[in-house]
């Protein structure tokens, strides 16, 4: 009788849509602030910019729209500021425009005893959320982490059902096979690459993964 038994060596751990996220340090912002008398970043095409000592306040007649918070007397008080402001600039117009999809909160002080972090997190899950970002000196940085769907693991004896977008699928020799992609034959037909796949992005549709040996039995 022929032997069907799995011929694998990986795990395949899929994930729900995850949200991307970044921290941004205020440090550097309140003490040019302290020092020069304002400072400011970029969030998502929105200026935060820490200038004079009114709380909150907001200038929306010319590009880029920006967001006017005091300079504070310490940083923290600066986070708790922009914190308390926000659910108040996702419900104004323009700046709900750019930022409603964005969640500002505190970091907790067990993960920043400083108290000087914003936790930058996209509201929807998905991939969309790697393209928000913040600006400081020019340099972009994105927020991170946002997938779809996805699965990680190493897979060898496989063939591969799938009617899906697939992204970052390599061989065991670490060649990228994302190109070939138009080669093989979606919507449940099968393939008998052996793959691995290592952060693997489902836009849409599914991924299945069948042993070989459940179709061609090893006597």
């Not at 990228?176 to 080669?183: E, H, P, R």
Request: no cysteine; hydrophobic share 40%; net charge negative.
């Amino acid at each position: 009788m022929a032997n069907t038994s799995f011929n694998t060596s990986g795990l395949i751990i899929t994930n729900p849509p995850t949200q991307a996220e970044t921290l941004l340090d205020l440090t550097p912002f309140f003490n040019e602030a302290a020092m020069i008398g304002s400072s400011s970043f970029d969030v998502n095409g929105v200026i935060f910019l820490l200038s004079g000592s009114v709380v909150f306040s907001y200038n929306d007649s010319v590009l880029p729209y920006t967001l006017i918070f005091a300079t504070g007397s310490d940083v923290t008080s600066v986070v708790a500021d922009i914190v308390a402001a926000y659910s108040t600039i996702n419900n104004t117009i323009p700046f709900n425009q750019f930022l409603s999809d964005i969640s500002i909160s505190p970091v907790p002080l067990n993960l920043d005893p400083g108290g000087s972090k914003l936790s930058l997190t996209a509201n929807t899950a998905g991939s969309t959320g790697n393209s928000y970002y913040y600006v400081s000196s020019s340099v972009v940085t994105n927020l991170t982490g946002g997938w779809n769907n996805s699965a990680t693991g190493s897979f060898s004896g496989f063939s591969v059902f799938f009617d899906a977008n697939l992204i970052n699928v390599r061989d065991f020799n670490g060649n990228d096979l994302t190109s070939d992609i138009n080669n093989w034959t979606f919507n449940n037909t099968q393939t008998t690459i052996p793959l691995y796949l290592t952060n693997v992005e489902v836009a849409s549709g599914t991924l299945l993964l069948y042993p070989i040996s459940t179709i061609i039995p090893q006597q």
